[in-house]
């Protein structure tokens, strides 16, 4: 399978399987889209016909690169074949390890986001806050059930987790004290909104969190739109500075600036535009999953300006990186050399397996986009998973189960997608939420682009 199209300038060939990708000039582009159903001659001849106005291009030129692509295929670097199909259902067969848990350590929030899939905070239930016994129960049980996995990852998640900061600090204390021991290394993540950020906040983040979230929708009348406070006040004047200081501070130290686009901000690259003049250099910035009928919901009329903003995106992060004032986002960060490694490209984040949302009570569910849905209760931090049904359902939710992905050439790039956006747009995880679908490959687009236009540029 391969996939061509051109943008900003580039003609582009992606050899899907091999992940291969060539950008060539417009005889060999239509060359290449010909080839696997015309013979060399018919090929001949249509080119000859669509150039007849160019003396370059004659038929012993043609003929040289019908076989410049024949060794490429050849080589397995274009119309290579699927070698991972039989292989998708044993790869999560094999293991019930987890490395990875959610912990949410507050079911409640100082903002009032009425776009909030979290129903602000409390996840469609009561309020609540994680004690620091079920939380250390929960690194317990993530050491337990992790078998030689050395490195571990704990994400603080909420609602807003600084509402219980000082379980997030001991909690952290808890698990560095058995890192020796038990021959684990934890890597923790914090989410936050801002509101909360101080000193104490920033200093230990700083030294303990090998990741923050920070959440920022980006110009101050989007971001005040929905991110308010109980009073209906917006967050920006309050959050921006901290979280400024924050990123100042972190120095080398990963974070992202994360905000969510809304069919209220199509134009959303100007958001994060304006965020990168700000100073801040990882950014993120995702589309809103909601009801349809929700006012914020994204549409389809704005798909072609959505499709038009990814691309307004990639060429001024091209621009801005001549310009030596480069700023990152984190869905056109692909590696096309050294990507991720087969078993991650057909399985994806391994919900419901490898990783886990802890509620602040101690019940495990796939994910917190999952949390307060009792039909994806898995168990409990004391019991371990109870529900093996339902953790086979999610060993199985991979790329190859699910028949809309079978000719989407961007499928070993999105592993299939999110399994709860999935659920929330078919109601079943192994559905696909088309929408979503239709940005990751415009997204996917852009960001291979941009890569062919470094290499030009390096060469």
Same mark, same amino acid.
């Given at each position: 399978?391969? %996939?061509?199209?051109?943008?900003?300038? =580039?003609?582009?060939?992606?050899?899907?399987?091999?992940?291969?990708? %060539?950008?060539?000039?417009?005889?060999?582009?239509?060359?290449?889209?010909?080839?696997?159903?015309?013979?060399?001659?018919? #090929?001949?001849?249509?080119?000859?016909?669509?150039?007849r106005d160019r003396p370059d291009v004659t038929e012993a030129?043609?003929?040289?690169?019908?076989?410049?692509?024949?060794?490429?295929?050849?080589?397995? @670097?274009?119309?290579?074949?699927?070698? =991972?199909?039989?292989?998708?259902?044993?790869?999560?067969?094999?293991?019930?390890?987890?490395? $990875?848990?959610?912990?949410?350590?507050?079911?409640?929030?100082?903002?009032?986001?009425? &776009?909030?899939?979290?129903?602000?905070?409390?996840?469609?239930?009561?309020?609540?806050?994680?004690?620091?016994? *079920?939380?250390?129960?929960?690194?317990?049980?993530?050491?337990?059930?992790?078998?030689?996995?050395?490195?571990?990852?704990?994400?603080?998640?909420?609602?807003?987790?600084?509402?219980?900061? @000082?379980?997030?600090?001991?909690?952290?204390?808890?698990?560095?004290? #058995?890192? $020796?021991?038990?021959?684990?290394?934890?890597?923790?993540?914090?989410?936050?909104?801002?509101?909360? *950020?101080?000193?104490?906040?920033?200093?230990?983040?700083?030294?303990?969190?090998?990741?923050?979230?920070?959440?920022?929708?980006?110009?101050?009348?989007? %971001? +005040?739109?929905?991110?308010? +406070?109980?009073?209906?006040?917006?967050?920006?004047?309050?959050?921006?500075p901290k979280f400024l200081e924050f990123a100042r501070r972190?120095? /080398?130290?990963?974070? &992202?600036?994360?905000?969510?686009?809304? !069919?209220?901000?199509?134009?959303?690259?100007? +958001?994060?535009? !304006?965020?990168?003049?700000?100073?801040?250099?990882?950014?993120?910035?995702?589309?809103?999953?909601?009801?349809?009928?929700?006012?914020?919901?994204?549409?389809?009329?704005?798909?072609?300006?959505?499709?038009?903003?990814?691309?307004?995106?990639?060429?001024?992060?091209?621009?801005? /990186?001549?310009?030596?004032?480069?700023?990152?986002?984190? %869905?056109?960060?692909?590696?096309?050399?050294?990507?991720?490694?087969? &078993?991650?490209?057909?399985?994806?984040?391994?919900?419901?397996?490898?990783?886990?949302?802890?509620?602040?009570?101690?019940?495990?569910?796939?994910?917190?986009?999952? *949390?307060?849905?009792?039909?994806?209760?898995?168990?409990?931090?004391? +019991?371990?998973?109870?529900?093996?049904?339902?953790?086979?359902?999610?060993?199985?939710?991979?790329? &190859?189960?699910?028949?809309?992905?079978?000719?989407?050439?961007?499928?070993?790039?999105?592993?299939?997608?999110?399994?709860?956006?999935?659920?929330?747009?078919?109601?079943? #995880?192994?559905?696909?939420?088309?929408?979503?679908?239709?940005?990751?490959?415009?997204?996917?687009?852009?960001?291979?682009?941009? @890569?062919?236009?470094?290499?030009?540029?390096?060469?």
């Amino acid at each position: 399978m391969i %996939h061509q199209y051109k943008l900003n300038g =580039y003609n582009i060939v992606l050899d899907v399987y091999s992940g291969s990708v %060539h950008v060539v000039d417009d005889v060999a582009y239509d060359m290449i889209a010909l080839y696997e159903t015309c013979t060399p001659d018919q #090929i001949v001849s249509a080119m000859l016909e669509k150039y007849r106005d160019r003396p370059d291009v004659t038929e012993a030129d043609l003929r040289e690169c019908l076989e410049d692509i024949g060794a490429l295929k050849d080589a397995g @670097q274009l119309f290579s074949q699927d070698q =991972y199909a039989g292989m998708a259902f044993d790869f999560k067969r094999r293991s019930n390890e987890i490395k $990875a848990l959610c912990l949410h350590v507050a079911h409640t929030c100082n903002l009032n986001c009425s &776009y909030c899939f979290a129903s602000q905070g409390k996840y469609h239930g009561d309020r609540a806050l994680m004690s620091f016994e *079920v939380g250390k129960r929960a690194l317990d049980f993530l050491v337990e059930s992790s078998g030689n996995r050395t490195n571990l990852e704990v994400d603080f998640f909420g609602g807003e987790p600084l509402m219980n900061w @000082q379980v997030v600090k001991d909690l952290v204390a808890y698990a560095r004290s #058995i890192e $020796a021991e038990k021959h684990k290394k934890f890597r923790f993540t914090l989410t936050t909104n801002g509101v909360l *950020v101080d000193d104490d906040v920033i200093e230990f983040s700083n030294r303990e969190m090998n990741n923050v979230v920070m959440s920022i929708d980006g110009r101050p009348q989007v %971001h +005040d739109r929905f991110r308010v +406070d109980l009073a209906g006040k917006g967050s920006y004047e309050k959050v921006v500075p901290k979280f400024l200081e924050f990123a100042r501070r972190r120095g /080398e130290r990963d974070y &992202y600036v994360r905000g969510t686009f809304t !069919h209220c901000n199509v134009d959303f690259t100007n +958001d994060l535009l !304006h965020l990168a003049d700000l100073g801040f250099t990882k950014l993120s910035m995702e589309p809103v999953v909601c009801s349809p009928d929700d006012p914020c919901a994204l549409t389809e009329d704005d798909l072609p300006r959505l499709y038009e903003q990814y691309e307004i995106l990639a060429r001024e992060m091209l621009k801005r /990186e001549e310009e030596g004032r480069p700023f990152t986002f984190y %869905h056109y960060m692909i590696d096309l050399a050294h990507g991720p490694c087969i &078993y991650k490209r057909i399985s994806g984040c391994g919900s419901g397996t490898e990783y886990m949302a802890v509620t602040p009570w101690g019940d495990l569910y796939p994910c917190h986009q999952f *949390v307060g849905d009792e039909k994806y209760l898995m168990g409990n931090i004391w +019991d371990g998973v109870t529900n093996d049904a339902l953790r086979d359902e999610f060993k199985y939710c991979n790329v &190859y189960a699910r028949p809309e992905c079978d000719s989407c050439w961007a499928r070993l790039y999105c592993s299939g997608g999110c399994a709860a956006n999935a659920y929330h747009a078919s109601g079943s #995880i192994r559905g696909v939420y088309d929408y979503g679908c239709r940005l990751f490959r415009k997204r996917m687009e852009c960001a291979i682009m941009m @890569q062919a236009a470094r290499a030009e540029k390096s060469e």
